[in-house]
């Protein structure tokens, strides 16, 4: 409990407010309100605001997190840059449409305890909540609130973290390809107390399943309430299936594409090591490979999960140039891959994907070098290259070892057909000479990397400029 000297008492806008020198400090040095000092409330000091949303930011400088309801981002922002809040903690509320791929700048390095290097990181989703980054690191899970200012940490029974979620800013989901069960991560000690949800979600059909990939609704997306997909597979590697979770009652609902392997036919029955949730499109992208003598095989599955849970709307299967790493895009209607063979970026138009997916028809167009992409596919290469592909807003992010490229959407000019295509940039200078990355997230302005054998995770911000272009 703060002591009665360190107690400010604020008139905002004809509103009483009291909180401690300790809480205002936070808003950073370059903001009048980390200077008030102790204050009784015969004698508050005024401020020129609006109470409601000074309510928000209050609560966001005392917990890390805002108020609900919360009001529109572009509203709170100008209320924080009206109290000159710290950078950091302006494009923690920044939403998405703030970010900005070729103005990302790297903002903060966020060293981690141990002696174990992140092998998971994931951002907040935004809205309702600032953006916050989670971390795990062997078996520990790291959770930096929105400023980035302070940790809280927990420890989990599983060996090492391959799949992460971050739910809110105060509950994270882990899993494990060798231990069993999604593992509940809580990280403030009022979602601990008196807790009486389960800390372990298990498949129903097998509980000692194991977790290969993780992807979230959020509460902004339909379906409402938000909900969990966990792909897991048994623990005799002989049967997998896509559970989906209901995150408020952390029950189980529903069970995709449950997959049997008879004798050894491994590819009749791939599991799904890739999740991506296309709210706009109420589909769920799972995407699995595997990697045999005869080179790199994989099956890419669209389902409608509220309309079948055993029959897809579209798959296809990948075998010439399998894919590396798959990802969808809601605002551009399309599935991306990296070829595995070739490296090249491909594109299907969701548009043209219709029940059955075409089939016998290709569904994928290179949007990169097309004849370095067919000789790759003829040449026979059966290894994978590690390339990552993640799509974020409107646009498509691939990692290549320790360089990040993204490609953009533009339009031709009217005398060149009009037409739109994809164009590619690089994010940064200069990264080929850091470790590969091996786990990446965004989040509001944020890109949060981590890197091969660093104790720490990279943040690049795209908002420092418009923020210093906007006081």
Known sequence: MASAAAVVSLNVGGEIFQTTTATLSRAGASSPLASLGPSSPSAPH?????????????SFLRHGRLLAPSYPSATLLAEARHFALDGAL????????AFAPLSLRPSALLPLTGRVA???????????????????????????????????????????????????????????????GVHLCRFSDDASAGCTDPNVLSWPGSPSATVLSMAT??????????????????????????VVFDLNSLSPVVEIGRKEVF???????????????????????????????????????LWDVRASATVPVWEVREKEDCFADVAASDALSAVFKVGAASSEVFMADLRRLGNGGGV??????????????????????????????????????VARGADVEVWSQVGLAPEAGGKKVMRRNWVGSELSTKPKIVSWAFGGSRMAL??????SVEIWDSATAAIGANP
């Open 46 to 58: 005024f401020l020129d605001g609006d109470p409601r949303l000074f309510a928000q930011l209050l």
């Open 90 to 97: 302006l494009a923690s509320l920044s939403p998405a449409s």
């Open 118 to 180: 992140p092998s998971a990181v994931a951002l907040c989703p935004s809205p309702p909540h600032p953006v916050s980054l989670v971390a795990a690191h062997g078996g520990v899970v790291t959770c930096f609130d929105a400023a980035l200012a302070s940790r809280t940490s927990v420890l989990t029974p599983l060996p090492a973290v391959d799949s992460l979620a971050a739910v809110s800013p105060v509950l994270a989901l882990a899993g494990a390809r060798d231990f069993h």
């Open 217 to 242: 609704t959020t509460a902004s997306e339909a379906p409402s309430p938000p909900w969990l997909f966990s792909s897991f597979e048994s623990a005799r590697r002989n049967s997998s299936a896509v």
């Open 263 to 301: 004798g050894a036919d491994i590819e009749a029955a791939i599991p799904a090591s890739k999740l991506a949730w296309l709210g706009g499109h109420s589909l769920l992208l799972a995407a699995g490979s595997h990697s045999g003598p005869a080179g790199v095989v994989g099956d890419i599955r």
């Open 360 to 397: 016998g028809l290709e569904p994928w167009v290179c949007i990169g070098d097309g004849q370095k992409a067919a000789a790759a596919a003829s040449s026979g290469r059966k290894e994978r290259n590690g390339c990552r592909i993640e799509c974020y807003c409107s646009w498509v992010f």
């Open 450 to 455: 981590a890197r091969a054998d660093q104790l």
